[in-house]
T-cell receptor
Framework: NAGVTQTPKFQVLKTGQSMTLQCAQD?????MYWYRQDPGMGLRLIYY???????DKGEVPNGYNVSRLNKREFSLRLESAAPSQTSVYFC???????????FGPGTRLTVT | AQSVTQLDSQVPVFEEAPVELRCNYS??????LFWYVQYPNQGLQLLLK??????LVKGINGFEAEFNKSQTSFHLRKPSVHISDTAEYFC??????????????FGQGTILTVHP
């Protein structure tokens, strides 16, 4: 039982490049979330998916897109990376009650 | 809209001393409250949660927190800390009902450093 997995762990991009961050969960959870973590700002919600087939914007969606590929997988895409997107990205999931979220290990992204 | 304020960005403490990490929230509706811990270079792990019932909740690793509705606070405490408690701690809140889909609002984090 791996919980929430994320790939890659580290990534360096040049400004303007694109990439997709992958997330998968094996807990049969309905809801999945993408956050970014920046020093002194806590975690901020980028996008979430309440259930398979639905996605919605969070607090900081600009510059990102998401896909809920199936119940297990939720990917985050940066179409044209900018230095302001340098951050640590976390994926999380929660069950029907949504009482608590389970987090992946994170992806550390640097955009130069 | 909800907000969470963690009143201390850094808390240094000596091993075996007690510690309190402070969290205040703002919300116009009933809430659920959470504390998460993040060890260096890791994801977040749930320490404890308040959903309803007793206002004193106990979590893992000897931590506890008290929900105070009148003061809109949810402070985290431990009577005696260990070196291994050194980590960043996040307070989070979500709507207790409605269609929030479990969305959490996080505080800015408090870095707890335990010195020998």
């Amino acid at each position: 039982n791996a919980g929430v997995t994320q790939t890659p762990k580290f990534q360096v991009l040049k400004t303007g490049q694109s990439m997709t961050l992958q997330c998968a969960q094996d807990m049969n959870h309905n809801s999945m979330y993408w956050y970014r973590q920046d020093p002194g700002m806590g975690l901020r919600l980028i996008y979430y998916s309440a259930s398979e087939g639905t996605t919605d914007k969070g607090e900081v969606p600009n510059g990102y897109n998401v896909s809920r590929l199936n119940k297990r997988e939720f990917s985050l895409r940066l179409e044209s990376a900018a230095p302001s997107q340098t951050s640590v990205y976390f994926c999380a999931s929660s069950g029907v009650a949504g009482y608590e979220q389970y987090f992946g290990p994170g992806t550390r992204l640097t955009v130069t | 809209a909800q907000s969470v304020t963690q009143l201390d960005s850094q808390v240094p403490v000596f091993e075996e001393a007690p510690v309190e990490l402070r969290c205040n929230y703002s919300s116009s509706v009933s809430v659920y409250l959470f504390w998460y811990v993040q060890y260096p270079n890791q994801g977040l792990q749930l320490l404890l949660k308040y959903l309803s019932g007793s206002t004193l909740v106990k979590g893992i690793n000897g931590f506890e927190a008290e929900f105070n509705k009148s003061q809109t606070s949810f402070h985290l405490r431990k009577p005696s800390v260990h070196i291994s408690d050194t980590a960043e701690y996040f307070c989070a809140v979500r709507n207790a009902g409605g269609t929030s889909y479990g969305k959490l609002t996080f505080g800015q984090g408090t870095i707890l450093t335990v010195h020998p």
